[in-house]
C-alpha cells in the first residue's frame, strides 16, 4: 500500500544544508562549484534514504 504524506517537510530537510551553506558562505564562487556540491548532496540524501553507506557510493563514482 502507497501512502502519501501531505506536508513536504522530507524535501525541506533535504534543502535546508545547502541554505546553510549559501548563508555560511555567502554563496558559490562558481557554477561548476555549485553543481558539484548539488550532485554530491544528491548521492548523499538518495543513499541515507535507501540505507547505503553514501561515502562508498561517492568512493565507486570518482575511483
Known amino acids: 500500500l502507497f501512502i502519501q504524506r501531505f506536508d513536504n517537510n522530507l ?3 533535504a534543502v535546508r544544508p ?3 551553506k549559501l548563508k ?5 564562487r562558481a557554477i561548476g562549484g ?5 550532485v554530491i548532496r544528491s548521492i ?4 541515507k534514504l535507501q540505507g547505503r ?3 562508498e ?3 565507486s563514482v570518482w575511483a
Request: proline share 4%; charged share 30%; net charge neutral.
Open 34 to 38: 555549485a553543481d558539484a556540491f548539488c
Open 11 to 13: 524535501a525541506e530537510r
Open 18 to 20: 545547502v541554505k546553510v
Open 53 to 55: 553507506n553514501p561515502f
Open 24 to 28: 555560511v558562505a555567502g554563496g558559490f
Open 57 to 59: 557510493s561517492l568512493r
Open 44 to 47: 548523499r540524501e538518495t543513499d
